[in-house]
């Protein structure tokens, strides 16, 4: 029985090497965020746009494309009485850090909405 040459051992490795080569980004860029689905409570106000996730004390800034911004405004009017109420917010969207955001002083971080799964008025068991 033959033995394997050194280029048949080296294969797998080969393959491997270039499998995960293709992973990596052009130009070293990071990968884009991945999306995360995530529930919680969502306050907007002339002056403020946060979303807090259920089991977090930290608030998140949202962001949006302009039509799903106001698809967002004209839902959450529609479930509270007045603006910076509370109303509950399960959607999908990437995180991104504070320092990727002017707007989001006095947040950990922000949130880019992707979409909007369920928006309602909030009630005291959203979070359990």
Do not use: K
């Amino acid at each position: 029985m033959s033995r394997p040459g050194n280029g048949t051992r080296l294969l797998p490795l080969a393959l491997a090497a270039l499998l995960l080569g293709g992973c990596a980004t052009p130009d070293g860029a990071e990968a884009p965020p991945a999306s995360v689905e995530l529930r919680g409570h969502l306050m907007l106000g002339p002056q403020e746009r946060a979303f807090r996730p259920c089991n977090s004390a930290d608030s998140l800034w949202l962001l949006a494309a302009p039509a799903l911004d106001a698809q967002l405004q004209e839902r959450y009017l529609s479930q509270v009485d007045e603006p910076y109420e509370e109303a509950y917010l399960h959607l999908r969207g990437q995180r991104g850090a504070a320092a990727d955001c002017s707007a989001c002083a006095g947040h950990a971080g922000s949130l880019r909405i992707e979409q909007l799964i369920e928006l309602r008025s909030a009630e005291s068991a959203d979070c359990r």
